[in-house]
């Protein structure tokens, strides 16, 4: 399972992008989801420095490939108020994590489809109105 309830971060207080990005990478590593802090935090900022990873519609979708994640997942949160994120506000982060082993396959599977969930309007929707059992319902990939 990539999202367990351990990974919801619902009406999270953060109020910037490093801010809730610190946040969701202290918890893939309190969940024993990554191995080092610092190197999958490298990880998610040189994928940013790439290319911005807000992607319109409310949403942000930083995602790191390192040999620091244990195992693929999928941490959802939802800020209390929409954050600036480069040129975007957004409110629903998905931050991935994949091990550089079976990166390029599973790292795929996992955009395209949480991508293809997210181009619905109503599964937005309910992800900003859900609690965490219906989060954690919505975000079975």
């Known amino acids: 399972m990539l999202t367990t ?10 109020s910037s992008k490093d801010e809730i990005i610190t946040q969701l ?14 190197g999958f935090t490298e990880a998610i900022y ?14 942000a ?35 991935i994590g994949v091990p550089l082993a079976n990166r390029s396959d599973t790292h795929m599977k996992i955009i395209a489809s ?9 599964f937005r929707q309910s992800l900003l109105e859900s609690g965490i059992d219906d989060a954690l319902r919505l975000m079975q990939l």
């Open 114 to 122: 949480l991508s293809k969930k997210l181009l619905d309007e109503s």
């Open 61 to 95: 979708m930083p995602h790191g490939q390192s040999d620091t994640v244990r195992e693929p997942f999928v941490i959802f949160a939802r800020t209390e108020e929409p954050i600036q994120w480069d040129q975007n506000q957004v409110q629903l982060i998905f931050m």
């Open 5 to 14: 309830k351990e990974l919801i971060s619902l009406d999270n207080h953060s």
């Open 46 to 59: 040189r994928r940013e420095a790439e290319f911005s990873t807000a992607l319109g519609m409310s949403i």
């Open 25 to 38: 990478v202290e918890l893939a590593y309190k969940q024993k989801k990554i191995s080092d802090l610092a």
